[in-house]
């Protein structure tokens, strides 16, 4: 039954794809949408492949940015949430403030950074850092104070330092939050990377995007947002690989 309802996971989102496809190759053929306001499917993928070797230093300049900044968050983040766990005064008044830096559109942000840090690698890196960081945190700290208070006690009755209580017991019980965190602020990097590079630069696929729209090369423009949907997937399934290794009571038996 759940092998059954495991293949039904994966076959319906497939088809729902292929339909939003389908859809399009028929609105574009049939004229109803102008190519050159949306390019056939089949053009986007051959454009695609065309692009690959001219967007190589433009997709390893966006993947470090990425990376960097999403590891920068979760350290930030595991600080952070251990600190507003543990310090009830630190957490009254920092929460505030981290609900309303979200309110800030980060696009408005990405330009004060290029004043601030110039037009290299760090505006872009802090631009994924601050979209990435609130939803780990957050998630985090909710796993953080949902763990069973008697487990707590218990480990104080037995004279566990604070420390000890948070790596034996509190992290590793509220580590569903936190992937769950960790997996929203992985789709985001990318994003955050992208409007970084929107403010300048020397490469990037950020940079690269606005080139070919200013350009009008259409396909060109629909093929790197492939790029990025196919980097943003790849990070979030390596996430949800490293959740299924550590977490292996939370598998399906």
């Known amino acids: 039954m759940k092998k059954h309802t495991s293949i039904e996971d994966k076959v319906i989102p497939i088809i729902f794809i292929g339909i939003i496809i389908l859809l399009w190759h028929i609105s574009v053929s049939y004229g109803y949408i102008q190519p050159y306001m949306l390019p056939l499917p089949k053009d986007v993928i051959?454009?695609?492949?065309?692009?690959?070797?001219?967007?190589k230093e433009h997709i390893l300049v966006t993947v470090q940015e990425a990376v960097y900044g999403l590891l920068i968050a979760v350290v930030f983040s595991i600080?952070?949430?251990?600190?507003?766990?543990?310090?009830?005064?630190?957490?009254?008044?920092?929460?505030?403030?981290?609900?309303?830096?979200?309110?800030?559109?980060?696009?408005?942000?990405?330009?004060?950074?290029?004043?601030?840090?110039?037009?290299?690698?760090?505006?872009?890196?802090?631009?994924?850092?601050?979209?990435?960081?609130?939803?780990?945190?957050?998630?985090?700290?909710?796993?953080?104070?949902?763990?069973d208070e008697d487990l707590i006690n218990m480990m104080k009755s037995?004279?566990?330092?604070?420390?000890?209580?948070?790596?034996?017991?509190?992290?590793?019980?509220?580590?569903?939050n936190f992937f769950s965190g960790l997996k929203v602020a992985a789709t985001y990097s990318f994003m955050g990377a992208i409007i970084g590079e929107w403010m300048g630069g020397k490469a990037g696929l950020g940079l690269y995007i606005l080139r070919v729209k200013k350009s009008f090369l259409v396909d060109k423009l629909f093929a790197a947002i492939l790029l990025i949907i196919i980097f943003s997937m790849m990070i979030f399934k390596i996430i949800s690989y490293m959740q299924y290794r550590f977490m292996p009571w939370t598998r399906e038996k």
Do not use: H
Not at 46 to 55: A, D, G, V
């Open 46 to 55: 051959i454009t695609f492949f065309k692009i690959l070797p001219e967007c």
């Open 79 to 147: 600080i952070l949430a251990s600190l507003m766990d543990n310090i009830k005064i630190l957490r009254k008044a920092i929460y505030p403030v981290l609900v309303i830096s979200q309110t800030i559109p980060v696009i408005v942000l990405s330009p004060l950074f290029a004043v601030w840090f110039g037009m290299y690698m760090l505006p872009k890196v802090i631009m994924v850092v601050i979209v990435c960081f609130f939803p780990i945190v957050i998630s985090l700290l909710e796993g953080l104070e949902s763990v």
């Open 158 to 176: 037995m004279g566990a330092s604070k420390f000890k209580i948070f790596t034996l017991v509190k992290f590793p019980a509220s580590m569903v």
